[in-house]
């Protein structure tokens, strides 16, 4: 086993309330979808908010009930690439463009943790601060320029401890 896993986040802003019949079409596959990824080869953890169902009810800006949080851990990119194209996954993201706005700036980002580290929305948002601050790098980027883990041990030199969200 790997001493590192992969951290996933995306956002979007969706177009209209979950309860509304505009997004009637995106909240019927939430549990059948997040169902996939609990099944996926590689697949780890993922957030999940009070519900314990999914993370629709966490609010990474305060002031923005429509804004949602997707947070999920994986064995490698391979097998996030893997689920997110190649699975029924794909049927949801094909459709995206229904339920969610189109962001003008990075709205996902990928980040290497120490197995067992599970992210939390503030250690999520920062990724996304950062991608959209300095671009990709090697602590947070994109299926375009993915970034091998980093050598060595979670525990060893140069390595964030888990309550560190971004190294110094």
């Given at each position: ?97 229904e339920w969610f706005e189109r962001l003008a700036d990075f709205h996902a980002a ?59």
């Amino acid at each position: 086993m790997s001493d590192f896993h992969l951290a996933q986040v995306n956002v979007g802003r969706i177009l209209a309330p979950l309860d509304s019949p505009q997004l009637a079409g995106f909240v019927a596959q939430l549990a059948e979808i997040n169902a996939v990824a609990d099944q996926a080869p590689g697949f780890v953890w993922r957030m999940v908010d009070d519900s314990g169902a999914d993370a629709t009810n966490l609010r990474p800006q305060d002031d923005d009930d429509l804004f949602l949080i997707n947070c999920s851990v994986w064995e490698s990119v391979e097998v996030l690439r893997d689920y997110t194209y190649r699975s029924d996954h794909l049927k949801v993201l094909a459709r995206r463009r229904e339920w969610f706005e189109r962001l003008a700036d990075f709205h996902a980002a990928l980040w290497w943790v120490p197995a067992g580290h599970r992210p939390s929305v503030d250690e999520a948002m920062a990724r996304i601060a950062l991608i959209r601050e300095i671009g990709e790098g090697p602590e947070a980027f994109t299926f375009r320029s993915p970034h091998p883990p980093p050598a060595g041990s979670p525990a060893g030199p140069g390595h964030a401890r888990q309550d560190d969200p971004l190294p110094h």
